[in-house]
């Protein structure tokens, strides 16, 4: 079955570095665009980047340009998110999805928490 498992979340300080992965299994990864969004308490789910089949093409939330790098490994199945420069208002629950025509998957999702 169709499955995205995120890991990589936890916790860090103002200014540090996280790397989330998501591993996908059980469809054609290379065929889906990926992207990352995230939730916080209270707010509304913000799409943070996203990255077409290839990887050759990105985009990022406004709020993350600069500090976020989206990438994706097709031999692996898996897409990535380095996180530089953490702030206070990353702290999250971030997703995976994955999308193609009609069809979406989303991961489970992954606690980033930014706190001093």
């Known amino acids: 079955q169709v499955q995205l498992v995120e890991s990589g979340g936890g916790l860090v300080q103002p200014g540090g570095s996280l790397r989330l992965s998501c591993a996908a299994s059980?469809?054609?990864?290379?065929?889906?665009?990926m992207s990352w969004s995230r939730q916080a308490p209270g707010r509304e789910r913000e799409l943070v980047a996203t990255?077409?089949?290839?990887?050759?093409?990105?985009h990022y939330a406004d709020s993350v340009k600069g500090r976020f790098t989206i990438s994706r490994d097709n031999a692996k199945n898996t897409v990535y998110l380095q996180m530089n420069s953490l702030k206070l208002e990353d702290t999250a629950v971030y997703f995976c999805?994955?999308?193609?025509?009609?069809?979406?998957?989303w991961g489970q999702g992954t606690q980033v928490t930014v706190s001093s």
């Open positions: 999805n994955a999308r193609r025509l009609r069809d979406a998957y």
């Open positions: 059980g469809f054609t990864f290379s065929s889906y665009a």
């Open positions: 990255i077409d089949t290839l990887g050759g093409i990105t």
